[in-house]
Every structure is written in C-alpha cells, then in structure tokens.
C-alpha cells in the first residue's frame, strides 16, 4: 500500500522559516511528479509547488520567491523549504504525488494527511 506522510509542519514567527518533508512509501515502480498544495481555513486546496522527476519546478505567484521545492529521488521523498513566511501562509499543508505502482504504466495520485502550518506572533 502506498503512503504519503508529511511532516515538519508548526507554528512559526513571521519572517520565520519552516522546512516540509514528504517521504512516498509502499511498492512505487517510478515518480513522474510531486505536489505540495495548501488549504487556508475557509479556502479551497491550491497548488503551490511542483516538481517533475527530472528536477523542473514551479510555483504560484503567492509563494515564489520564498519557498522552494526539491526532491531526492532515491529517498521517494520530497521538500519544500518556506522562508519569509506570513500570517497568510497559515495552512494544512498537503504533498501530493503522480505514480507508477503497477509496473506497466499509467499514473496515480496520492495524498498524504496533510500537516498544519501556522504563522503567528
């Protein structure tokens, strides 16, 4: 069974730093991408960050600049490193993930639980 488990989420001071982990575990023949998205309260889940399986990032205009999205391939894991923050970057932070778990093709998505992101003073 194939799992998505984030980490590394708090609460942190404005201007602070806070660095997410999402480790990919379970029978994964190859990782075409990785996600992270966010879900401000009231708000619907955005996509914030990407990342393809030969390195190629992107970002949404909101965090760009300051966070940044990085994954080890041999590890099936995956980061985002979030400077700056802001109160608005408040959030359950969710690592998303396009997969072959078959070994002959085809692509399928996970989530993982998510893990809360709060920037407060």
């Known amino acids: 069974q194939v799992q998505l488990v984030e980490s590394g989420g708090g609460l942190v001071q404005p201007g602070g730093s806070l660095k997410l982990t999402c480790a990919a575990s379970?029978?994964?023949?190859?990782?075409?991408?990785m996600y992270w998205y966010r879900q401000r309260p009231g708000s619907e889940r955005d996509l914030i960050a990407s990342?393809?399986?030969?390195?190629?990032?992107d970002y949404s205009d909101s965090v760009r600049g300051r966070f940044s999205i990085s994954m080890d391939n041999a590890k099936k894991t995956v980061y985002l490193q979030m400077n700056g923050l802001i109160p608005e970057d408040t959030a359950v932070y969710y690592c998303?993930?396009?997969?072959?778990?078959?070994?002959?093709?085809?692509?399928?998505?996970?989530w993982g639980q998510g893990t809360q992101v709060t920037v407060s003073s």
């Open positions: 990342i393809s399986s030969s390195g190629l990032a």
């Open positions: 998303n993930a396009d997969l072959n778990t078959n070994g002959v093709g085809g692509v399928s998505r996970y």
């Open positions: 379970g029978t994964i023949f190859d990782i075409y991408a």
